[in-house]
């Protein structure tokens, strides 16, 4: 058992060195540091509906996700879940937290099987004051995060919930679209609920809008529920 324990930990190990070295983040590092990093970060499984980061713990690490998507969300004074984002493999997540030392009013919750490689604060600060091209990194994938914000900022702003299911699924395609010959399907599996704590309307609502837009053809539901989106549903975006 311990031997097969060490073997998935080194895979992960190697799987982690090839996620690191497509990230934005660490595009200016070496082969060797970008094996030291990886040698310093704790990689953990995380099965769906998981919580990863509570909102107690989120100034000790920053997150890459190796495999898998996660939600953040936050709940809402009468209970209700409110999903702020979500991240997919490839990206990071816990870094302004590490550099102001305060905690988020969020968790983070997988929202399928995940593999997650995590980095103490310390060896983050490391990296981040003794890498210039690094810090500037940082920096850019902040402020998409930031223009990312201003836009959901936006969408909750509309008072008409088909308007708002129409921006989010837009800001959606966007950043999880793959183009097809019939439109762009949003490469991620979404519920009504979800959607719904996405933009802050009821399911009930959302699911008579989005029935109406399957209907009128102006979306569709492919493989594994994923939702295409027809190019007249695009254009009139």
Same mark, same amino acid.
């Given at each position: ?17 090839? =996620? ?28 769906? &509906? ?8 989120? &100034? ?7 495999? !898998? ?15 702020? +984002? ?14 102001? !030392?305060?905690?988020?009013? +969020?968790?983070?919750?997988? $929202?399928?099987? =995940?593999? $997650? +490689?995590?980095? /103490? ?8 004051? @003794? @890498?210039?091209?690094?810090?500037? @990194? ?22 008409? /919930?088909? +308007? ?18 019939? !439109?762009?399907?949003? &490469? ?7 959607? /719904? ?22 979306? !569709?539901? $492919?493989? @594994? ?13």
């Amino acid at each position: 058992m311990n031997t097969q324990r060490m073997n998935e930990e080194e895979r992960f190990k190697e799987e982690a060195v090839k =996620s690191f070295k497509d990230m934005q983040l660490f595009w200016s590092f070496t082969d060797k540091e970008i094996n030291d990093v990886v040698s310093k970060a704790r990689i953990r499984k995380f099965r769906k &509906n998981r919580t990863v980061l509570s909102e107690d713990d989120t &100034n000790h690490y920053m997150y890459i996700i190796l495999k !898998g998507r996660v939600k953040v969300v936050q709940m809402t004074e009468d209970g209700k879940e409110m999903i702020l +984002a979500v991240h997919r493999s490839g990206e990071s997540f816990g870094e302004v937290s590490l550099i102001d !030392g305060k905690t988020i009013r +969020a968790s983070v919750v997988a $929202i399928e099987d =995940s593999v $997650i +490689a995590d980095i /103490a604060k310390k060896d983050y600060i490391f990296l981040v004051m @003794n @890498n210039k091209k690094m810090l500037e @990194n940082l920096l850019s994938i902040l402020c998409v995060r930031l223009r990312e914000s201003w836009d959901k900022i936006q969408m909750l702003s509309l008072a008409s /919930a088909s +308007a708002r299911m129409k921006m989010l699924l837009q800001l959606l395609s966007e950043e999880h679209g793959r183009k097809t010959p019939e !439109g762009v399907a949003v &490469n991620i599996r979404l519920t009504h609920q979800d959607i /719904a704590n996405m933009t802050g309307i009821s399911r009930e609502t959302v699911t008579r809008i989005m029935d109406k837009w399957h209907k009128d053809g102006e979306i !569709g539901i $492919i493989e @594994n529920r994923r939702i295409l989106l027809k190019h007249d549903f695009i254009r009139e975006t």
